[in-house]
């Protein structure tokens, strides 16, 4: 039995996922055309349904990923450390790697066993960890790696190589954690600018625009020989204001989470995981002021 590759599952997932939108977006956009619906609303439907799931199962699949290598690069380290004081107690590279897997290692120890089989099999030691780095998908294991595959060929001691390069990669990861901290107050005001303030000034434009159309539309016609200048009602309805303040909101929500993953992460895939609750919170925040202070004017006006 052929073992499929994360690729090949993560493309059958999106496959499946499409498939299912399609599914659904055909059932509801025949529901709509029976039901007597706008023909646009059923064809965005049998669109925009399929392509909500593809992008949803991506950023969910990319996450996942993202997850997972975090994970591999914060227990790296440590298997350097452990293979380091394998190769002081005169134990061969090969056999050094496999003994140091260890289950809290998960899902690296399955990277470092297959690693140290392909050495132990005749590989060539500079193929088998290059493979590693490729197969795990983290820049920076690979540019460690690198470092000491450059090690390897200059004749230095291996074991201490490794345990430096341990050392190294535990303080910059506390730099990291430091650095992150400190702009911990930045990411706090872009979330509650973008997920309450942004929403709170749309809902009192809409609401302002509601009152503002029921009052002109009230005033008898003056003509314009009476005042210096006149009134006149207002064309755009207030179900466009609302519907356009709805998806500037979650285009703001997206590009909000992207600076956020920047800010924090220093990649703005990162904030792909902020997108959902954003776009949650702001909706929810935004027919939430629009139900206080609608019934609050309806009293005064």
């Known amino acids: 039995m052929i073992k499929k590759s994360e690729k090949q599952i993560e493309r059958e997932h999106l496959t499946k996922a499409v498939f299912i939108g399609l599914v659904l977006g055909l059932i509801i956009s025949t529901t709509l055309i029976f039901l007597g619906k706008n023909i646009f609303a059923s064809i965005s439907a049998f669109f925009g349904i399929p392509l909500l799931f593809f992008l949803f199962f991506y950023f969910k699949n990319y996450l996942n990923k993202t997850t997972k290598i975090k994970k591999m690069e914060t227990v790296f380290p440590d298997f350097l450390q452990l293979v380091s004081s394998n190769l002081r107690a005169g134990i061969t590279i090969d056999r050094a790697m496999i003994l140091s897997v260890r289950k809290e290692f998960d899902p690296l120890d399955k990277e470092i066993e297959k690693t140290g089989k392909d050495i132990t099999?005749?590989?060539?030691?500079?193929?088998a960890l290059l493979e590693m780095s490729k197969r795990i998908g983290s820049e920076r294991i690979k540019r460690t790696v690198l470092i000491i595959l450059?090690?390897?060929r200059a004749g230095g001691n291996i074991a201490t190589l490794l345990e430096e390069t341990s050392v190294n990669m535990r303080e910059r990861g506390f730099v990291e954690k430091r650095a992150a901290s400190n702009v911990l107050m930045y990411v706090i005001f872009i979330f509650l600018a973008v997920s309450v303030g942004?929403?709170?000034l749309f809902s009192l434009?809409?609401?302002?625009?509601?009152?503002?159309?029921?009052l002109l539309s009230g005033l008898p016609e003056v003509s314009t020989s009476e005042m210096a200048f006149t009134l006149q009602k207002i064309n755009i309805s207030p179900?466009?204001?609302i519907y356009f303040a709805l998806v500037f909101m979650i285009v703001t929500d997206v590009l909000a989470s992207l600076i956020i993953g920047?800010?924090?992460?220093g990649d703005e895939k990162d904030g792909f995981r902020y997108t959902i609750p954003l776009i949650t919170i702001s909706i929810v925040v935004f027919f939430l002021i629009r139900l206080i202070l609608g019934n609050y004017m309806s009293a005064l006006f």
Do not use: R, W, Y
Request: proline content about 3%; aromatic content about 6%; glycine content about 6%.
């Open 121 to 127: 099999t005749g590989k060539d030691i500079d193929t």
């Open 150 to 152: 450059s090690g390897f």
């Open 198 to 200: 942004a929403p709170a």
């Open 205 to 214: 434009s809409t609401i302002l625009v509601e009152i503002l159309t029921t």
């Open 239 to 241: 179900t466009f204001i």
């Open 262 to 265: 920047l800010v924090s992460k």
